[in-house]
């Protein structure tokens, strides 16, 4: 079965606030993980990574926060906008394993005005 | 910088028959990887080739096979097709092997009937 999954498929926020998207990961090998964002019709969009040996990364407008302990991850849009709405996937990529992503099966974000 | 193509964007088989779809890395990127996407789901990792090798393999099987050229674009070929095969394929680029910083292209929507 998928290693990584999301609490919530659907997560609606209101224009201008700060959405906080969760993901669960199963696998404590994993040491690479990305967020994808994308949009009806079209590929998946990169948006940030971090790798096992950080907590935090930051990005324009976006925050990836690893722990480890818990094997939690999530993403954080500061100040969404319309354009934000989307559906978000986490991934991860297992230490020594074929050189793929392993993706969850998505939250989707509506931005409400 | 010009990003991932592929072509074509929407293509209908019957059952039984044999597809190929093309791939065109992003400028630079010298690793590219196939993902099957089903409706509402995650992509799944099909496989990866790096320097013209495959690099990785996800679970497939063998009636799915690729191509890397000298140039980086890459053949997706699948035998056989079932029903079941009815998805978007999405072909990823990354600047060297390995899972790191893949960006994808459109995809192709494949309808097998």
């Known amino acids: 079965g998928e290693s990584v999954g999301l609490h919530l498929p659907t997560l609606s926020v209101q224009e201008g606030d700060n959405s906080i998207i969760n993901c669960a990961y199963s696998?404590?090998?994993?040491?690479?993980f990305i967020w994808y964002k994308q949009e009806s019709g079209k590929g998946p969009q990169f948006i940030i990574d971090?790798?096992?040996?950080?907590d935090k990364r930051q990005g324009q407008r976006v925050t990836v926060l690893l722990n480890k302990t818990v094997k939690h991850l999530s993403l954080q849009i500061a100040a969404t906008q319309p354009g934000d709405s989307a559906v978000y996937f986490c991934?991860?990529?297992?230490?020594?394993?074929?050189?793929?992503?392993?993706f969850g099966k998505g939250t989707h974000l509506i931005i409400q005005p | 910088e010009t990003g991932v193509t592929q072509s074509p964007t929407h293509l209908i088989k019957t059952r039984g028959q044999q597809v190929t779809l093309r791939c065109s890395s992003q400028?630079?990127?010298?690793?590219v990887s196939w993902y099957q996407q089903a409706l509402g789901q995650g992509p799944q990792f099909i496989f990866q080739?790096?320097?013209?090798?495959?690099?990785g393999r996800g679970n497939f099987p063998p009636r799915f096979s690729g191509l890397q050229f000298p140039n980086y674009s890459s053949e997706l070929n699948v035998n056989a097709l079932e029903l079941d095969d009815s998805a978007l394929y999405l072909c990823?680029?990354?600047?060297?092997?390995?899972?790191?910083?893949?960006?994808f292209g459109p995809g192709t929507r494949l309808t097998v009937t």
């Open positions: 400028s630079g990127h010298n690793t």
């Open positions: 696998n404590s090998a994993s040491d690479y």
């Open positions: 080739y790096y320097r013209e090798e495959e690099n």
């Open positions: 991934a991860e990529n297992l230490r020594g394993g074929a050189d793929g992503l392993t």
């Open positions: 990823a680029s990354s600047p060297s092997g390995g899972p790191y910083e893949q960006y």
């Open positions: 971090i790798r096992s040996n950080m």
